[in-house]
């Protein structure tokens, strides 16, 4: 939770598709958002903070590879639900969505097990 002024951090674990990242958390009942900012990049964010939660357009370029982070200053802020849940879809093939979730599919699944075998096998010989 955050006082006055003070800054949680949100992280994005992929660059979404469309360039806009909702934190469902940090909707209008999560408390005042008052400024969000991308590290790494100067870049001034347009961001609303909705009852669905705070919608933040990111810039078209990537400050980084990897993860990115989002400082969110506001007031009194605090996880709060969001005023309807989020739908996430995974994607059919299974692997890293853009939005950031890992999904499995049980092809994926099979090959993992078979990696993990070869890895025993090879450990024995």
């Known amino acids: 939770q955050a ?3 003070d800054a949680v951090y ?29 590290l790494g990049c100067q870049e001034k964010l347009d961001w609303q903070q909705t ?6 357009k990111l810039p078209k370029a990537k400050p980084c590879h990897f993860a ?12 709060a639900a969001p005023a309807k849940a989020a739908k996430v879809k995974a994607p059919a093939t299974g692997g890293l969505s853009a939005k950031g979730v890992i999904a499995i599919t049980n092809q994926v699944a099979k090959l993992e097990k078979q990696i ?3 890895k025993l096998t090879i450990g024995k010989i």
């Open 68 to 79: 990115y982070g989002l400082k969110v200053t506001g007031e009194n802020l605090k996880a």
């Open 51 to 56: 009852a669905d939660g705070l919608v933040v």
């Open 3 to 5: 006082s006055k002024n």
């Open 116 to 118: 993990a075998k070869l």
């Open 10 to 38: 949100a992280w994005l674990m992929a660059w979404p598709e469309n360039g806009t990242a909702t934190i469902h958390a940090l909707a209008t009942a999560a408390g005042k958002v008052t400024n969000v900012t991308l």
